[in-house]
């Protein structure tokens, strides 16, 4: 999956958007994110269609419907929101390793379970890394995604660790349909 350049406004109305439905669990109106972010809800609509184009919203339907975020929205926003790594901890077998921050989490494979993996992009040396060690990389700021696994291989040059992922969690994240 590339990663999806967003304007500051989409950042601001997906983040809203993601906030409000961490709250409600629900779909939300274009009239609360408005509110929320301070703008008519007519620009919160012509911004919506162009967040669905990038797969990014849903729009549901019906008296009770809104926007939800799509699981992409998460990982745009995650990727986006990494500008300042250092509040993504890594853990090595365990021990938390200082003067390595994770500035991107590429989940390009998660839609194939059974080649579960992540490519951890770090900022820092990997060389400690080895094959079968125990990482857990999280959580992250927005999502507070945490990812558990195994390396699989690692990038010394581009300062890339593959995972083999155990477990990945997200404390309010619904199950997936």
Do not use: W
Not at 22 to 44: F, L, S
Not at 112 to 136: K, M, N, W, Y
Not at 151 to 175: C, Q, S
């Amino acid at each position: 999956m590339s990663s999806i350049e967003l304007t500051s406004s989409q950042k601001t109305i997906l983040t809203a958007l993601i906030n409000l439905y961490g709250e409600e669990e629900d779909a939300v109106k274009g009239e609360a994110i408005a509110g929320e972010v301070d703008r008519n809800p007519g620009t919160i609509r012509n911004q919506m269609q162009s967040l669905k184009a990038l797969q990014l919203v849903e729009g549901v339907p019906g008296p009770k419907g809104g926007y939800k975020p799509t699981s992409n929205a998460y990982e745009a926003l995650d990727v986006q929101r990494m500008e300042d790594p250092a509040h993504v901890p890594i853990q090595h077998n365990g021990e938390n390793v200082e003067g390595v921050n994770v500035d991107g989490i590429d989940l390009s494979s998660v839609h194939h379970p059974e080649l579960c993996r992540a490519e951890i992009h770090v900022q820092g040396s990997v060389r400690d890394f080895h094959e079968d060690d125990s990482v857990t990389v999280g959580p992250t700021p927005l999502s507070k995604l945490v990812i558990e696994g195994t390396v699989d291989g690692k990038d010394d040059t581009a300062n890339v660790i593959i995972l083999r992922i155990d477990d990945m969690r997200a404390p309010a994240e619904e199950p997936a349909h």
